[in-house]
């Protein structure tokens, strides 16, 4: 009996690991919505008609929106005489 649980425990802990790993991944496409919700470390730097870009607090990375999907993921750029990157202008 207790051979039976330790055969069907550990696949389960590997499906349970391996699914929220894939529901964290960020990719090209994603809802800015389902961003923010994995994601709520992340700051908002950015709010235009044209697009809104999110810094991750975290891994110093920033992501870019239109239409509330994401187009774009960079590191930016640190402007001449700055410490601290910014967006990047496109």
């Given amino acids: 009996m ?3 649980m330790k055969k ?5 802990l590997l499906v349970v690991l391996l699914m929220s790993c894939s529901s964290q991944r960020i990719s090209l496409g994603m809802p800015e919505q389902r961003f923010i ?4 470390y992340a700051t908002q730097v950015e709010l235009s008609e044209r697009r809104t ?35 990047s202008r496109q």
């Fill in 2 to 4: 207790m051979h039976f």
């Fill in 53 to 87: 870009v999110y810094l991750d607090n975290q891994g110093a990375e920033f992501y870019y929106f239109k239409d509330s999907k994401l187009y774009k993921m960079d590191h930016g750029f640190t402007p001449f005489g700055s410490a601290k990157p910014v967006p």
């Fill in 8 to 12: 069907l425990i550990l696949p389960l």
């Fill in 37 to 40: 919700k994995q994601h709520p």
